[in-house]
């Protein structure tokens, strides 16, 4: 994703560039019973939103179990 603000800041037009990745796994257990696991990474780059640049990160671990009735 690559966005930018439509006016100027005090430190110029604001802009974000944005890339993702993720990954994820289902295991059925039985018929009706799977459990599942999945991870996902973001990083940003942005950029004139304040005296420095930024670059956030973020990292996420999911897992869990699904039963159904």
Do not use: C
């Amino acid at each position: 994703m690559t966005a930018e603000a439509n006016q100027d800041s005090t430190y110029g037009k604001p802009e974000v560039d944005r890339w993702n990745i993720s990954v994820g796994y289902d295991y059925a257990l039985s018929k009706r019973t799977s459990v599942y696991t999945a991870a996902a990474y973001t990083k940003d780059s942005m950029k004139n939103w304040d005296a420095t640049d930024r670059d956030p990160q973020t990292v996420e671990v999911m897992a869990g179990l699904i039963h159904k009735f």
